[in-house]
């Protein structure tokens, strides 16, 4: 039997209080009976408890040398030192394994117990620190110092305390089950307040290392305290577990009756021919029926024999038969075959979109090499541009053209990993990911997937997807890709995965390796036109409810449409806009019986309401405004610059919403003129008497970038030299304070831009030719571009002479 076990306030109070209020009389071991001579003290090392002055306790003894040191103890009737060890686990404690700080007890009575262990009953009397270890063999004896407790200074507020002590005590009592009602007795009867502090502090279900250092706390009142706020927490406990306690009881009823239901069940499914046994069965046969390799099939083997194995009744069963499902779903190694008619495949595209040369090209270069290599690995495409030209459209396109069955995922607003790679199967509604349910959908393991919005994907606290991906979009990666719900590798090397994005400043680096960019620019007057024709009044006529007899738009009218109501890349809002006139049509044709057919550019513009200007003479008509060229996320656009002077001495103003760069752009303009106003024929007067205000406006949209740098320099000489902007130039590039033009980016964008607005001529730097080059030159064929290097020549292609 193990030596000192944990005394239960239960044990103490049945096996101690009773003994020593019915077959001992206390008033016979005061204080005062003790050996005032005794110098030399026994040691007796306890474990997993802590004795506190004044309060009895049964210590059950096993060692030899305890034993020996309790019997020697009765017999001489000498006081023992009691000490806690600060492991519990050590059978021969050193001095180092035992603590300094006891209390001084004797003993009343010593009870024989079987196997030769023994129970002393011990009533403790003062607190004592050991000064110096005397002796070892047989046991420890020492000689000590008493340590006298300190009393409370504020004796009410002592008092106060030690009553809530006794009342949460009482509560506690109530709460525990483990505690003896005879608990109550003792408490209450113990009227000497030191004598209750002590007696909760021994009894109470602190861990021993507390009640050491409450036993080494002097301080009565500090003791009181620190007991106070433990018991607390205990209490704190017990309302817990019971709450928890009386939940589970109500629950264990519910699962009885739900046991004997679905005994009833099982019965009823018996007689009718159906039940677990047929799980199996049904889950086999559709598993002969799959191809998949000796991995899978031991992996499937392995957790049939799982759900035979489990009770139906258990909550994992149904758990397993949901993984199983899935995992028989899934077409594994089910290919459909790809299409190499390239001519058809061309044909396909052609007829679904209108434009998108270089994807189109890319596709069937695609198709080229799997058609003579045969087993060339799905490229992963990125598809970026503005809204509206027809990425998303474009996968199903090439689901067609290839022969594929074609699967769009959003990934727009996605915040949580296991989004990607599914939940552990463990949990409560788990699932795969959404990529193996799209495989699931498809029904073949070599579809196109489109993951739509990339660059919207979004980082929550539950992980981040884009990093989940990184192992879905790597083709070296993605043949052993790893489900948290199918617990292993499944193929995806097959699968043609088509992204797209409006912006690939949000997308992390190590994706954008993983996959290769097609720009995607916006579409040109001509190109919108016919988008129109083949596609947008075909589908508002079915939507409407109209025929092409009824509904018509000619060539003059759409390009009305497209440049005074529409200034985008795409053309989604020319759909928009069509939409309107088709509602109108129908409207007039349900009102009147004899309805002209015919819109003219009157009528879409009451419509549509008031046109755009489409001159930019009127803005740009003064000294000052120059038309820059801004790349956005929708695609290209112009803005204004304009700059104005007044009295002053030579400040600097900027206002727009301009973002830092902006702003040091207009600072390095500023510097540029007052370093060479000679060579620009600006008075060193005007530099100095008058000060400029630079203004972008929109000043609701923030804007930022140093494309605007010769912008914002050209409008300030315009000002200062109080000369005309050229009408219909735009430009833009990046200025440095010796006066070079810095190439920018976005050219494709900013220059399809131009032409929508109407733009004649745009200034680029000389190292934007390449991009220049790059682009079709019917989107161009109205368009004259100047390279430039230095600023000077941007000034004298820019300004009126």
Not at 32 to 61: C, G, H, W, Y
Not at 163 to 190: H, Q, V
Not at 387 to 405: C, E, F, I, M, N
Request: charged share 30%; glycine share 6%.
């Amino acid at each position: 039997m193990t030596e000192f076990e944990d005394i239960s306030l239960e044990e103490m109070i049945n096996d101690g209080f009773d003994i020593v209020a019915e077959e001992i009389n206390l008033s016979d071991f005061s204080e005062t009976d003790q050996d005032s001579e005794q110098k030399i003290f026994p040691i007796l090392p306890v474990r997993n408890m802590v004795m506190f002055p004044n309060v009895v306790i049964p210590i059950t003894a096993g060692r030899k040398n305890s034993i020996q040191l309790l019997e020697e103890a009765q017999t001489s009737g000498s006081l023992i030192g009691i000490v806690s060890q600060k492991n519990s686990d050590v059978e021969q404690p050193h001095e180092k394994d035992i603590f300094q700080v006891g209390t001084m007890a004797k003993i009343i009575k010593i009870i024989k117990l079987p196997e030769g262990n023994i129970t002393a009953i011990t009533k403790g009397f003062y607190r004592f620190k050991i000064r110096k270890m005397v002796e070892k063999q047989p046991y420890f004896k020492a000689e000590i110092t008493r340590l006298k407790d300190t009393k409370a200074k504020n004796t009410e507020q002592y008092d106060a305390l030690l009553e809530n002590i006794k009342d949460l005590a009482l509560k506690i009592i109530e709460l525990d089950p483990n505690i003896p009602n005879a608990a109550n007795f003792a408490i209450k009867n113990i009227n000497n307040n030191d004598d209750l502090l002590n007696f909760i502090c021994t009894n109470s279900n602190f861990p021993s290392s507390e009640k050491q250092k409450l036993l080494e706390e002097k301080n009565l009142m500090e003791r009181a305290k620190k007991s106070y706020e433990m018991m607390h927490e205990d209490f704190r406990k017990l309302e817990l577990r019971n709450q928890i306690h009386q939940k589970t009881s109500k629950d264990l009823d519910k699962q009885q009756r739900e046991y004997f239901l679905n005994q009833q069940i099982r019965t009823i499914q018996e007689e009718l021919g159906g039940g677990p046994e047929n799980d199996a069965e049904e889950l086999v046969k559709k598993a002969r029926a799959k191809t998949w390799s000796p991995e899978v099939e031991e992996h499937f083997q392995k957790e049939i024999a799982r759900l035979q194995r489990q009770n139906p009744n258990s909550p994992d069963y149904n758990v397993q038969r949901n993984y199983l499902d899935f995992f028989t779903d899934l077409p594994w190694e089910t290919y459909t075959k790809d299409l190499f008619d390239i001519a058809k495949a061309e044909k396909v595209l052609d007829k679904a979109h209108f434009g998108l040369e270089d994807i189109k090209k890319r596709i069937l270069e695609h198709m080229a090499v799997l058609k003579l290599k045969n087993n060339m690995k799905s490229p992963i495409l990125l598809l970026s541009g503005p809204p509206g030209v027809g990425k998303t459209s474009l996968g199903k396109s090439v689901a067609d053209a290839l022969g594929r069955k074609y699967v769009r995922l959003s990934l727009g607003g996605l915040h949580d990993e296991s989004e990607i790679r599914g939940h552990r199967k463990t949990y409560i509604g788990a699932m795969a990911g959404r990529i193996l349910q799209s495989i699931k959908k498809a029904g073949t393991s070599n579809p196109v997937i489109v993951l739509d919005e990339i660059d919207k994907v979004g980082q929550g606290i539950h992980g981040d997807p884009s990093s989940a991906l990184l192992e879905v979009l790597d083709p070296e990666q993605n043949k052993s890709f790893y489900d948290n719900f199918l617990e292993m590798g499944y193929d995806l090397s097959k699968v043609m995965f088509i992204a797209t994005a409006n912006s690939l400043s949000t997308i992390q680096t190590p994706l954008l390796d993983r996959m290769e960019i097609i720009q995607i620019a916006g579409y040109t007057l001509e190109e919108k036109i016919e988008i129109a024709k083949r596609h947008l009044i075909k589908k508002q006529q079915q939507e409407n409810g109209l025929d092409v007899k009824s509904f018509k738009l000619g060539y003059d009218e759409l390009k009305h449409i497209i440049e005074a109501h529409t200034s985008e890349s795409g053309v989604r809002t020319l759909e928009k806009r069509i939409a309107a006139i088709a509602r109108w049509v129908a409207l007039q044709t349900a009102l009147l019986k004899d309805y002209n057919p015919k819109i003219s550019i009157d009528k879409i513009d009451g419509i549509l309401g008031v046109p755009r200007p489409k001159s930019l003479s009127e803005i740009t008509g003064v000294p000052g405004v120059v038309t820059g060229l801004a790349w956005t996320s929708v695609g290209g656009d112009i803005l204004y610059i304009e700059s104005i002077l007044s009295n002053g001495k030579g400040n600097l103003t900027m206002t727009g919403n301009l973002g830092t760069v902006m702003k040091e752009s207009a600072t390095i303009a500023l510097e540029y003129i007052k370093a060479r106003h000679e060579d620009l024929g600006i008075p060193q007067d005007d530099l100095d008497k008058t000060n400029i205000h630079v203004h972008v406006p929109e000043g609701a949209t923030p804007k930022d970038g140093p494309s605007a740098g010769i912008a914002m320099l050209t409008s300030m000489v315009s000002s200062y030299k109080n000369k005309k902007v050229k009408p219909h130039l735009a430009m833009t590039g990046e200025i440095t304070l010796r006066g070079k033009v810095l190439p920018v980016g976005g050219i494709k964008e900013k220059l399809l831009a131009a032409t929508r607005a109407g733009i004649q001529d745009v200034i680029l730097c000389d190292a934007n030719r390449k991009d220049v080059e790059e682009i079709k030159k019917d989107y161009l064929r109205n368009l004259k571009v100047h390279y430039v290097s230095r600023m000077e020549e941007v000034i004298e292609i820019a300004i009126e002479q």
